[in-house]
């Protein structure tokens, strides 16, 4: 405990931290908190799961009082971000309490509000702050401390513009603390226009590179949903994360593993808010075995024992990528980074690889049996066959090096453009009590 200590954390966050049986602060705690707790504005850089809701959370829990108004404000890029915020800033308070709630949408904003008259510190999306501050019904006017979390996400999701008119109606004086996965010049910007000669911090990733394999398999479109459920029956695994771009990729994906004996659940922006929750707390308790979700989990949640992340869709960027990586090879643990590619994802797949940092290497296909598939149409799945081998196609070779069979009807339906779904979707979250659409 003496090192958490010397950062200058205040003793009743200290008792939590023995509780919880923390060994030694992350580096970017190390870094970060004695700047934090002597009121800095501080930009850190840091990646999801490096522990910086402590980072904030300690200057947050030193500074604010109970029952003296809304002292913080967290803004965040998703419902789940926000919540977990909530919960995590609730744990560390418990021996000096505060009011802490959430505010995000897909969920009564008449409840929130009821909240909001008692509260000392708040974390939530844009689009349903700035609904509480047209309403009246959040006053921001003796923010102590303003946190930007994953502002990279935020900015990625269109919200500048909400991001920028809620920290216009903060006062000016106040401490702000910005957290991003990465910075790149429009953070940078934003820094410059709303920050006071901000510390300027950067960890390491906290996914460790030595102990994360990336490998990807390029099969016929008909074998890319069978090669999956191989994968997943014979890979030694523990959680396990299968990305998929759209939401309806993802309920099919998640519909047909369950028919075929695979624990799956889905998560996606379209369902409830009280949905999504469950799902998450089944997954982190173990539950179940496979989360099949679009990129609303990527980034942000505090996810533990994830040993694979899939790419069922491959991502339109190498940031995006790197983002769905960084759920596995976690604190010194191993990792499994594996990508299917049929041939609608080839061009998502050089913009991937166009990262030279990245090293994906090729394996080759597998033996395995193609499966029965529900498309939720007349038709049905589309039978047997062995490897990469489709019937009556003869071997050709892929653009990545791999040998391939001929092409036949695919069992990754149902098939999308690559523009539709989560990517390309920049619109600002919706500000009505019917909340984000992510």
């Given amino acids: 405990m003496e090192q958490f200590r010397k950062l200058g954390i205040i003793e009743p966050v200290i008792r939590v931290i023995e509780e919880q049986r923390f060994e030694a602060p992350t580096e970017i705690q190390e870094k970060a908190i004695p700047s934090v707790i002597a009121g800095r504005d501080v930009i850190a850089q840091s990646a999801t799961g490096s522990g910086k809701t402590l980072v904030f959370g300690s200057g947050i829990i030193q500074s604010c009082e109970k029952g003296s108004g809304l002292q913080a404000l967290i803004i965040t890029p998703t419902r789940e971000l926000a919540e977990q915020n909530t919960k995590a800033l609730r744990m560390f308070s418990r021996h000096k309490p505060l009011r802490i709630t959430s505010v995000y949408g897909g969920v009564s904003i008449n409840n929130q509000i009821d909240e909001l008259r008692t509260a000392d510190v708040v974390s939530g999306t844009p689009g349903r702050i700035l609904d509480h501050v047209s309403r009246g019904t959040i006053n921001l006017n003796h923010i102590k401390i303003l946190v930007l979390d994953e502002a990279d996400r935020m900015l990625d999701m269109g919200f500048i513009d909400d991001v920028q008119e809620i920290i216009s109606n903060c006062p000016q004086k106040r401490q702000t603390l910005l957290f991003s996965a990465t910075i790149y010049e429009d953070i940078v910007r934003l820094a410059r226009r709303y920050m006071n000669n901000p510390v300027n911090l950067v960890a390491e990733s906290y996914v460790d590179p030595s102990k ?20 997943l029956k014979n890979e030694r695994a523990g959680l396990v994360m299968v990305f998929c771009n759209t939401r309806r990729n993802t ?188």
């Fill in 212 to 231: 994360l394999k990336q490998v990807f398999y390029d099969t016929p479109d008909s074998k890319k949903f069978s090669l999956l459920v191989h994968l």
């Fill in 251 to 438: 309920d099919f994906v998640a519909k047909n593993l369950r028919k075929l004996g695979v624990e799956a659940m889905a998560i996606h922006g379209g369902f409830s808010q009280a949905k999504r929750n469950r799902t998450m707390d089944d997954f982190n308790s173990e539950k179940m075995y496979v989360l099949v979700c679009t990129d609303v989990a990527a980034r942000g949640l505090d996810i533990k024992g994830v040993s694979h992340v899939y790419n069922y869709d491959i991502p339109k960027s190498s940031k995006d990528y790197i983002h769905r990586i960084g759920r596995t090879a976690r604190a010194g643990h191993e990792g499994k980074a594996i990508s299917i590619l049929a041939s609608r994802d080839h061009e998502n797949f050089r913009a991937v690889q166009s990262d030279r940092s990245l090293e994906i290497t090729c394996e080759p296909l597998p033996e395995f049996e193609r499966v029965q598939i529900d498309t939720g149409q007349q038709r049905r799945g589309f039978g047997g066959g062995r490897g990469g081998q489709g019937r009556g196609g003869r071997p050709g070779q892929s653009r990545f090096g791999q040998n391939r069979s001929g092409q036949s009807r695919s069992d990754s339906r149902p098939q999308h453009s690559q523009g539709q779904g989560h990517y390309g979707n920049r619109n600002r979250e919706n500000r009505s009590s019917q909340g984000q659409r992510r």
